[in-house]
């Protein structure tokens, strides 16, 4: 669980939920001692397999505002088709324009699999962009070197890892 922060207003809530997968590659990983590995093992496992992101707003926020920050930060991360980036960012869009914006509570899954990216909004599915390598990218704003939570990283580990 982290938190997305811009300035010192706290944006969303992040939590990532993965398979056993995750957990038993970084067991014998201390956090401590093997923190670097243990960053990288992470974001290795949980882009090969079915990794989900649960937002939830704490913040309001518009709707183009939501999905361009998102997409910003996935086309950062993505060498692949930018038409890809923008079927992500109509996908947001859409899920939250029809409640005018994303208010405290409102809820985002995206789901990662080998599959694509499917998005979620409030508990309606708004549909799947068909790209492993959009996925993965998606992963990576969460769990690279510039992650835009590092207090979720660092849940991760604290987690899953050994002292």
């Given at each position: 669980?982290?938190?997305?922060k ?24 201390s ?16 882009r ?65 699999t ?6 979620t ?25 510039k ?5 979720l ?11």
């Amino acid at each position: 669980v982290g938190v997305r922060k811009k300035a010192i207003i706290n944006i969303y809530a992040v939590a990532m939920y993965s398979g056993a997968e995750v957990k038993k590659a970084l067991e014998p990983l201390s956090r401590r001692k093997n923190k670097k590995d243990a960053y990288q093992t992470l974001r290795n496992v949980a882009r090969s397999t079915p990794t989900t992101f649960l937002l939830e707003m704490v913040f309001k926020t518009g709707a183009e505002t939501m999905a361009n920050a998102i997409a910003e930060s996935v086309g950062s991360r993505f060498s692949g088709d930018s038409e890809e980036v923008n079927q992500l960012k109509k996908l947001i869009f859409d899920g939250v324009s029809t409640k005018g914006a994303a208010t405290k509570g409102t809820t985002f899954e995206f789901d990662c699999t080998d599959d694509g990216l499917t998005i979620t909004v409030d508990g309606g599915t708004q549909g799947t962009v068909h790209s492993t390598s959009l996925s993965q990218a998606f992963c990576d704003v969460y769990l690279d070197d510039k992650t835009v939570s590092a207090q979720l990283r660092d849940s991760c580990l604290e987690n899953c890892c050994a002292a």
